[in-house]
């Protein structure tokens, strides 16, 4: 590891994300991105020493620029390091025929019914070899790095047995030990009712409860438990179950709520005080209010509306009745197979009417606020880890603007740099 002080200097703007009050942004507070214009940074042991424009570091640290390795940023933007907080990148197989099964008429619900959807994953998922899945959620998680992400939230749910579910979130503790991107795990028992329990929904449900929840505690594999609320899914009875159930036992919850019907899943956020609530396609505006009071954080997936042909989450209304918003890239097989953050930012602005100052706000602060890690990652401030992305653009809207293509010039990950543009 470096040890070295390193000095970023000449940044054209640098977007640090700067939080004027603990928690996550809400409202205009999304839109302050607390910019320096000729920025820079100095890091010490992989964490942020100081912040301030070039002009500043360099008196401060007059006498120990030698000492460091000095970087040009070339007037370039600088963010903090991406943070996508809800995926499902720990998977078996592939689901690109019912990709174009969709193309052709047929809905997701109507494929998942018919036994592929979930199901085909998780099969796939429960013959993988550990070694298997870990090889091919690795390769996923460079992409992510060379899309600019430096943390990641990931989740189980693929798994119709407790050794399958085990098997991912091992899959992610090792992973999150070898790879520089840091994985925060959430055990999604809860994802769909497998094949074995068809028709005895009620006797899975207690299988959560029961024997995964204290399976999964015990070897200490997540941090974050999450529910498929849904129509046909889990109702919203079992899924509060299932969610106090982890909470009592000390994980905390998330909701995939009201994604393909409104069944009142973010209200049930609000009153079981949820970090967030996951989708929200079909969110009404009491639901919303909800959230609002109650503090969960809305965590939208655009990809996932763009890939299902489905009307985005009404963000706009979310952010004007003082939901805090995160965004995601969903990345799974069968919804949203993509591994762009970038990609979700520009169709945060493009679908849901998001400007790019609440977009980027969503992709770094408020994502880190939705997997609750604010205190170390998610803004450039005095004392939080070295996490940050140059990006070949000048300013943090080219990056919303010229949409479509990945802007990444170089990730560092706790002051080391992993994607070298510098060389290109
Ligand atoms: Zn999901």
Known sequence: MNRRPVWIQNIGELATLKASQPGPKKGAEMSNLGLIENGSLWIEKGRIEAVGTTVQLKQAYAARIEEADVIDAGGGLVTPGLVDPHTHFVYGGSREEEF????????????????????????????????????????????????????????????????????????????????????????????????????????????????????????????????????????????????????????????????????????????????????????????????????????????????????????????????????????????????????????ACLMMKMTPAETLTAATYNAACAISREDSIGSLEEGKQADFVLWNVRSYRELQYRFGVNHVHSVWKRGELLVNGFNQ
């Open 100 to 347: 174009e099964k969709r193309l052709q008429g047929f809905t997701y619900m109507e494929i998942m019914n018919a036994g592929g959807g979930i199901h085909s994953t998780a099969e796939k998922t429960a013959a993988a070899s550990f070694n298997g899945l870990y090889n091919e959620a690795r390769v996923r998680l460079d992409l992510f790095l060379r899309h600019g992400v430096t943390t990641i939230e990931g989740k189980s749910g693929y798994g119709p047995n407790l050794e399958t579910e085990l098997k991912q979130l091992r899959v992610m503790q090792a992973l999150n030990e070898k790879h520089p991107i840091d994985i925060i795990s959430t055990f999604m028992g809860a994802h769909a009712v497998p094949k074995s329990y068809a028709g005895q929904e009620e006797r899975y449900v207690e299988t959560v409860i029961n024997e995964m929840i204290p399976a999964v505690m015990e070897e200490g594999l997540a941090e974050f438990i999450d529910v498929f609320c849904e129509k046909d899914v889990f109702s919203i009875e079992q899924s509060r179950r299932i969610l106090m159930a982890g909470k009592a036992a000390g994980l905390l919850p998330k909701i995939h709520a009201d994604e393909i019907v409104a069944t009142g899943g973010a209200e049930l956020a609000a009153e079981i005080g949820a970090v967030s609530a996951e989708h929200l396609l079909k969110t009404g505006p009491a639901g919303i209010k909800a959230m609002a009071e109650a503090g969960v954080i809305a965590c939208l997936l655009p990809a996932t509306a763009l890939f299902l042909g489905e009307e985005p989450a009404d963000a706009r209304r979310m952010i004007d009745l003082g939901v805090a918003v995160a965004i995601s890239t969903d990345c799974n097989p069968g919804s949203s197979p993509t591994v762009s953050m970038p990609l979700v930012m520009n169709l």
